[in-house]
Structures are given as structure tokens and as C-alpha cells.
């Protein structure tokens, strides 16, 4: 259940102009969170901002640069092609610290989408923990959540969403942001080198979606209450 919005926080979706990050900001601002928007161009993220606000009826998402939305945020959620992942995260590491970032990025390999692609770190999240250091506790989440389940505000979003972290308290965090947008379920998935395995899934459901023409294929854990 959400919390009161008063004892929320602020959350900063760095690439919350694109499609799956634009989706999770609107998800978490309709359940009453304080949502930032980062991009590298502050215009952008604030002509983003507008109009997801006015999807809501209410201006209660704010657009800023990648660094500055990191800065004001208590917590930073990090959506973006792989291709720009470690250019951002060198932009936003001292803004970051001290805090916890989820990383959404998923290593894709254009043209090859539909094919799993195991980077040199092995995963997206691990380059993130490397690159940040021990003073940003690095959660992975989100990864197989298609964008058309979140900006569809009238649909449930029926699926569990792995969640991966060397932190316990920094996953029962991110427990909470799953758990605030309806329908989702947040899985303990182990350790951040775990989420090589949550990351390789994505490709795995784009090949499934186009083979079966259906859109927006996720995941669910059998076995749990």
C-alpha cells in the first residue's frame, strides 16, 4: 500500500522522457510520490513533464538536467539505452551518492534486440556498482516490464518485477516502488549479480512478443502466496 505522500520520496527517473521511464513516473506520480524528471536537455525533461501532468489533471511532476533532478531526488531510478548508460552515470555520480539508484538499463545490442547480449561486465547493474562505487547502493529493477502496461493508466499492471541488490535495506526500498504501482509484485531476486539473469530475460520477451504478435510479455513466479 502507498504510503501518506507526505512521508514519500522524491524520486528522479533519469530518461523519464522515454518510453518505459515516462511510464514508471507516471505510475508512481498517480500514486501520490514526488517524481523528477531527468534528460540531458532541462527543456526537454521539463516539456515531458508537462505533459504527463497534464495526463494526470495535476502538476506534480517536475522536469530538470539528468544531474540536477539526481541532486533533489532521494532516490534515482535510471532508464536509459545502454549506449548512453555509462556517459550518464559519469554525469550524475556525485549527485548520487549516498543514495540508492535503480537501474533499469538493459544491455541490448541493436540490431540484435531479440538476442541476449552479456556485456563485458556481465551486467548493466554490476557496470553501475563499478563505476558508482560503495557509496551508491545499486538496485536492479524493472528490466522486463513493458512500457505499454505502464502508460496505460487504466490497466493493471499484472506481473512481478525481479529485484536484485546487495543491500537488503536498498531492496525493501525498491520493494515499496513495485509494490505502489498496482498490480505489480515485487520478487527478492538475490544478489546485484543476479541481475544478469533479470537483464538477459528482456530480449528473451521481445523475441516472445513478436513471435506470438502480442505486446508488453512479463514475467510471473509461480509457487509464491
Known amino acids: 500500500m502507498v504510503q501518506d505522500s507526505t512521508t514519500l520520496l522524491t524520486i528522479a527517473v533519469i530518461g523519464g ?3 518505459e521511464g515516462s511510464g514508471l513516473v507516471l505510475r508512481w506520480a498517480q500514486g501520490g510520490y514526488r517524481v523528477l524528471i531527468g534528460s540531458r536537455e532541462a ?11 497534464g495526463i494526470l489533471g ?3 511532476i517536475r522536469g530538470f538536467s539528468n544531474a540536477d533532478a539526481a541532486a533533489k531526488a532521494d532516490l534515482v531510478v535510471l532508464s536509459v539505452p545502454y549506449a548512453a548508460h555509462q556517459p550518464i552515470l559519469e554525469s550524475i555520480k556525485d549527485a548520487v551518492q549516498g543514495k540508492i539508484l535503480v537501474d533499469v538499463t538493459v544491455p541490448l545490442k541493436p540490431p540484435a534486440v531479440r ?4 556485456p563485458d561486465g556481465k551486467a548493466a547493474a554490476l557496470e553501475a556498482q563499478a563505476l558508482l562505487g560503495d557509496g551508491v547502493r545499486v538496485v ?3 528490466q522486463n516490464v ?11 499492471v499484472n506481473l512481478d518485477v525481479l529485484v536484485c541488490g546487495d543491500d537488503q535495506d536498498a531492496k525493501i526500498e525498491v520493494f515499496q516502488l513495485v509494490n ?10 538475490g544478489p546485484l549479480a543476479n541481475a544478469v539473469a533479470a537483464e538477459a530475460l528482456t530480449p528473451v520477451l521481445l523475441y516472445i512478443n513478436k513471435r506470438y504478435m502480442i505486446a508488453g510479455a512479463g514475467i510471473r513466479i509461480t509457487g509464491l502466496d
Open 140 to 142: 536492479a529493477a524493472f
Open 180 to 189: 505502489a504501482i498496482e498490480g505489480m509484485r515485487a520478487v527478492d531476486a
Open 58 to 60: 495535476d502538476s506534480v
Open 17 to 19: 522522457t522515454g518510453k
Open 43 to 53: 527543456a526537454r525533461a521539463e516539456a515531458k513533464a508537462e505533459e504527463l501532468n
Open 146 to 156: 513493458g512500457a505499454a502496461h505502464l502508460q496505460d493508466l487504466d490497466r493493471s
Open 115 to 118: 538476442t541476449v547480449h552479456v
